[in-house]
T-cell receptor, first 113, second 114 residues
Framework: ETGVTQTPRHLVMGMTNKKSLKCEQHLGHNAMYWYKQSAKKPLELMFVYSLEERVENNSVPSRFSPECPNSSHLFLHLHTLQPEDSALYLC????????????FGPGTRLTVL | AQKITQTQPGMFVQEKEAVTLDCTYDTSDPSYGLFWYKQPSSGEMIFLIYQGSYDQQNATEGRYSLNFQKARKSANLVISASQLGDSAMYFCAMRELTGNQFYFGTGTSLTVIP
């Protein structure tokens, strides 16, 4: 595997379910990100981890809980979501310098019923 | 204030023609990077091109070039010889010296017409 991978690619869940999104990067980067992309809305930054420490939390509801056990893995734990949380969730990684681009995973399309 | 502004929600271009997608940015950091990404309908964000704030020359990557005008704070993407596969959303982004955050614009939807 190369680059940034995300699983699952598609997820349908009820409002009472608990699920987790997984992201893995094989690039040796030291920063990882979760973004939410809703239809016809800009990309919204949710969380940033740098060297496994959370450095950004952009007022995300507590029903989204991130976890970064090491520099290669990032999880987004979901519980009691709302239908408006249905979106594309993108994971990205980068090296910690302003001159380095982000590499994105293919995303997880989440539908909350 | 918006860090990244993309004023063209949608653009059309004839196949084989060139197209310019606009991007302006706002920062007081002297050191920053500017990036363009392509997002096809499949959803994956694909990195296209990078311009550093200290770069003297415009960046080029194949059919992509970045028209960097520092004094005007603009970083327009030029796609030459458009192909049908170029139809996608295009996002401009910036990363400043301080912090890990990338700031994204609202995107431009490009449609290439045969």
């Amino acid at each position: 595997e190369t680059g940034v991978t995300q699983t699952p690619r598609h997820l349908v869940m009820g409002m009472t379910n608990k699920k987790s999104l997984k992201c893995e990067q094989h690039l040796g980067h030291n920063a990882m990100y979760w973004y939410k992309q809703s239809a016809k809305k800009p990309l919204e930054l949710m969380f940033v981890y740098s060297l496994e420490e959370r450095v950004e939390n952009n007022s995300v509801p507590s029903r989204f809980s991130p976890e970064c056990p090491n520099s290669s893995h990032l999880f987004l734990h979901l519980h009691t979501l709302q239908p408006e949380d249905s979106a594309l969730y993108l994971c990205a990684s980068s090296q910690g310098s302003w001159g380095n681009e982000q590499f994105f995973g293919p995303g997880t399309r989440l539908t909350v019923l | 204030a918006q860090k990244i502004t993309q004023t063209q929600p949608g653009m059309f271009v004839q196949e084989k023609e060139a197209v310019t997608l606009d991007c302006t940015y706002d920062t007081s950091d002297p050191s920053y990077g500017l990036f363009w990404y392509k997002q096809p309908s499949s959803g994956e964000m694909i990195f296209l091109i990078y311009q550093g704030s200290y770069d003297q020359q415009n960046a080029t990557e194949g059919r992509y070039s970045l028209n960097f005008q520092k004094a005007r704070k603009s970083a327009n993407l030029v796609i030459s010889a458009s192909q049908l596969g170029d139809s996608a959303m295009y996002f401009c982004a910036m990363r400043e010296l301080t912090g890990n955050q990338f700031y994204f614009g609202t995107g431009t939807s490009l449609t290439v017409i045969p």
